[in-house]
């Protein structure tokens, strides 16, 4: 192949010319390079709708709030009115009551007291009523914060995702361009040699056990920009599903991801851990051993296992034991 023209990708700072390959080398890198900055953005979206799902559930619990609000303030605002005939009544007309009805001091002073106790609820209760009301109104504020974000942050996604949706579509047609054999240095730069997979893989637990064989019985389903499962995935997609099987769920973002368990150094690693590539994350794979984790790795090629020393790694996270 003479030449390829690469898409100016999201994110950049403004449009650019598009870069031109005077050589089948060079034709090569760009697509290697089109491949790593396609996943950099599909992790950031990944991303964006996790944060997304996590505004609109602070918006969900911030309406809860109003409601138990409005709820706490109707309620005292009955006991207020009940209270404040009462202390009316009796803080007005029933000391001179209490005056002329006493058979003593005594009586009098402890009908008295009685009287100052009910206006003293009252000024409580009043109290309780104003807090409410301020709470009420401070979480109504927060909702209507967090849903107006959650709204912002919803289109400004679907931008990206049409901007991105066009970006995959002409580097589709970029990759297919490429011999085979430029199609498989594209693959091999950018996830490492495609290893035969282990007979079996032993890991500490059930969990991490059920989690690699999962990720493992998905080798040869196609990679899917933002797909997790159950027939095709991207990177967190598949690590995603994975973990699922075991009963631990994780957000649908190798960056979030990356921030979950404990840390882990890469010679302690164990099958079951997660593996993270690139400054910021935008990868992940799972560990299964003898250097070599499984992973839904760049378009064009399936669900591998690769070497977990391929270019870009970055660190390691422990989910279970």
Same mark, same amino acid.
């Given at each position: &192949?003479?030449?390829?023209?690469?898409?100016v990708l999201?994110?950049?700072a403004?449009?650019?010319?598009a870069a031109?390959?005077?050589?089948a080398?060079?034709?090569?890198?760009?697509a290697?390079?089109?491949?790593?900055?396609l996943?950099?953005?599909?992790?950031?979206?990944n991303e964006a709708?996790?944060?997304?799902?996590?505004?609109r559930?602070a918006?969900?619990?911030?309406?809860?709030?109003?409601?138990?609000?409005?709820?706490q303030l109707a309620?005292?605002?009955?006991? &207020?009115?009940?209270?404040?005939?009462?202390?009316?009544?009796?803080?007005?007309?029933s000391?001179?009551?209490a005056l002329?009805?006493s058979g003593? $001091?005594d009586?009098?002073?402890a009908?008295?007291?009685?009287l100052?106790?009910?206006?003293g609820?009252?000024n409580?209760v009043l109290a309780?009523?104003?807090?409410a009301?301020?709470?009420a109104?401070?979480a109504?504020a927060?909702?209507?914060?967090?849903? $107006?974000?959650?709204e912002q942050?919803l289109?400004d996604i679907?931008a990206?995702?049409?901007?991105?949706?066009?970006?995959?579509?002409e580097?589709?047609?970029?990759f297919?361009?490429l011999s085979?054999?430029?199609q498989?240095?594209? +693959?091999?730069?950018?996830?490492?040699p495609?290893?035969e997979?282990?007979e079996t893989?032993?890991?500490?637990?059930?969990a991490a056990?059920?989690?690699?064989?999962t990720?493992l019985a998905?080798?040869g389903?196609?990679?899917?920009?933002?797909a997790?499962?159950?027939n095709?995935?991207?990177?967190?997609?598949?690590?995603?599903?994975a973990?699922? $099987?075991a009963g631990?769920?994780l957000?649908?973002?190798?960056?979030?991801q990356s921030r979950m368990?404990t840390p882990?150094?890469?010679?302690?690693l164990?099958?079951?851990?997660?593996?993270?590539?690139?400054?910021?994350?935008?990868h992940?794979?799972?560990y299964?051993?003898?250097?070599q &984790?499984?992973?839904?790795s760049?378009?064009?090629?399936p +669900?591998?296992v690769?070497s +977990?020393? &391929?270019?870009?790694?970055?660190s390691?996270?422990?989910?279970v034991?």
């Amino acid at each position: &192949m003479a030449s390829l023209t690469l898409a100016v990708l999201p994110g950049s700072a403004a449009a650019a010319p598009a870069a031109q390959a005077g050589s089948a080398d060079e034709a090569t890198r760009l697509a290697s390079e089109a491949t790593h900055e396609l996943e950099v953005v599909t992790e950031q979206l990944n991303e964006a709708q996790e944060v997304l799902a996590q505004q609109r559930a602070a918006a969900a619990s911030a309406e809860q709030a109003v409601a138990a609000a409005q709820a706490q303030l109707a309620t005292l605002d009955a006991q &207020m009115r009940q209270v404040a005939v009462s202390a009316f009544t009796g803080e007005n007309l029933s000391r001179f009551n209490a005056l002329m009805t006493s058979g003593s $001091a005594d009586e009098f002073l402890a009908q008295v007291t009685t009287l100052d106790a009910i206006a003293g609820h009252t000024n409580d209760v009043l109290a309780q009523v104003t807090a409410a009301a301020a709470a009420a109104q401070q979480a109504k504020a927060d909702a209507d914060a967090a849903a $107006a974000t959650a709204e912002q942050t919803l289109a400004d996604i679907t931008a990206r995702q049409a901007d991105l949706g066009g970006q995959i579509s002409e580097y589709k047609a970029q990759f297919e361009a490429l011999s085979v054999v430029q199609q498989q240095a594209v +693959v091999e730069q950018h996830t490492g040699p495609v290893l035969e997979a282990p007979e079996t893989v032993v890991a500490s637990s059930d969990a991490a056990q059920t989690a690699v064989d999962t990720a493992l019985a998905q080798l040869g389903d196609p990679y899917v920009w933002g797909a997790g499962g159950p027939n095709a995935f991207d990177c967190s997609g598949l690590t995603q599903y994975a973990f699922a $099987a075991a009963g631990i769920s994780l957000p649908h973002s190798s960056l979030s991801q990356s921030r979950m368990g404990t840390p882990v150094s890469r010679g302690q690693l164990q099958p079951g851990d997660l593996v993270f590539f690139y400054s910021p994350v935008s990868h992940v794979g799972i560990y299964i051993g003898n250097g070599q &984790m499984v992973h839904a790795s760049t378009f064009g090629q399936p +669900v591998i296992v690769s070497s +977990v020393d &391929m270019a870009g790694y970055a660190s390691a996270r422990r989910l279970v034991g």
